[in-house]
């Protein structure tokens, strides 16, 4: 069966939408609802190898799931072999239960009619690599007729298509989310600037003071020209700017110089001072040492690390203060 006009202005783009929305499907899920005249629909999606009461459900009606959850005793006892399912197919809940199994009739009869599911309809929408998913319209009250079962069967390839869709942007967030906490712990940020030097985007790093990079020119500013990413910002033309927060040398570096090149305690603090950029007569100063101690300390200290002279120490320990920290 092929969709009807209204069908199609009404459902097929909320289809496609709904995985922009949030909560996901929402507007489609309705329109479906009211449209079957359903008590509950669900798009249940989620990876083979996880339950499907423990998998994720985007529905509209009864929140038939918080009622499952006082019966989890009784979810084991379902007999659907869900993954078996054809996809594209529509199934009854008569086609899935066998009214002569005991153990069929009691899921039946003890879980699904307590949840207020009696008549249904279940259609596992096609696979998108290792995620699954199915559409689920069920009712209290009343079989679905052939036209119901027709109208969710049409929708079988639309659905893979926004499942599809789906796993792009999932993909794609994790990947921005582990880019950005890259960024964040190397203390790097970035933003995006239109013509006129207003910020439309930003990420990585953008908390605290923020300075250029001053070792390579290049780093400070990459031009985006718009011919090249013509979707790629909010606002074209664009520039990006890269910024690296100036590192803060403490504590967890102190012990970090310890344990790797086996200073003491007041050798790192020395050693983190000095990296800061004070004279050895400040450092010794601030932690309360005389100027000849302090001298020890740091023909000590460059012994250990390997480096000549506080300038090389500074170099040394500001390229490892990222694995430092």
């Known amino acids: 069966m092929t969709l009807?006009?209204?069908d199609e202005r009404d459902l097929l783009p909320a289809l496609h939408e709904g995985p922009h929305?949030?909560?996901?499907?929402?507007t489609f899920l309705h329109r479906l609802q009211r449209r079957t005249r359903a008590d509950y629909v669900a798009i249940v999606v989620g990876r083979r190898d996880v339950p499907i009461e423990r998998k994720i459900q985007w529905f509209a009606g009864q929140d038939v799931q918080a009622?499952?959850?006082?019966?989890?005793?009784?979810?084991?006892?379902?007999p659907t072999p869900y993954h078996l399912l054809r996809p594209g197919r529509v199934y009854s809940a008569f086609e899935l239960i066998d009214p002569q199994d005991a153990v069929h009739s009691r899921f039946r009869r003890d879980y699904l009619e307590r949840i207020g599911i009696r008549y249904g309809r279940f259609m596992r929408i096609p696979p998108v690599g290792e995620l699954d998913g199915w559409l689920i319209v069920t009712r209290a009250a009343d079989d679905f007729s052939a036209a119901d079962g027709a109208l969710i069967s049409s929708l079988a390839v639309h659905l893979q298509i926004a499942l599809r869709t789906l796993v792009a942007i999932e993909r794609s967030r994790f990947r921005d989310a582990a880019n950005d906490d890259a960024l964040c712990r190397a203390g790097v940020g970035w933003a995006a600037l239109d013509c006129s030097g207003?910020?439309?985007e930003r990420g990585?790093?953008?908390?605290?003071?923020?300075?250029p990079h001053a070792d390579d020119p290049a780093d400070v500013a990459l031009s985006v020209r718009a011919a090249d990413h013509p979707l790629a910002a909010t606002a074209l033309p664009a520039t990006v700017?890269?910024?690296r927060r100036a590192r803060v040398l403490g504590d967890r570096v102190a012990t970090a110089l310890r344990d790797r090149f086996g200073l003491t305690q007041g050798e790192a603090r020395i050693a983190v001072l000095l990296a800061r950029g004070e004279s050895l007569a400040d450092a010794a100063r601030t932690l309360g040492l005389t100027?000849?101690?302090a001298r020890n300390?740091?023909?000590?200290?460059?012994?250990?690390?390997?480096t000549r002279g506080q300038a090389a120490l500074i170099r040394h320990i500001l390229t490892e203060a990222d694995g430092l920290a």
Request: net charge neutral; glycine share 8%.
């Open 4 to 6: 009807s006009r209204i």
């Open 21 to 26: 929305e949030d909560p996901r499907w929402g």
């Open 67 to 78: 009622r499952a959850q006082t019966l989890d005793d009784l979810a084991a006892l379902d």
């Open 198 to 200: 207003r910020i439309v």
């Open 204 to 211: 990585g790093d953008t908390s605290g003071p923020a300075v």
């Open 241 to 243: 700017v890269l910024t």
């Open 291 to 293: 100027l000849e101690t």
């Open 297 to 306: 300390y740091s023909k000590r200290i460059f012994a250990k690390t390997g």
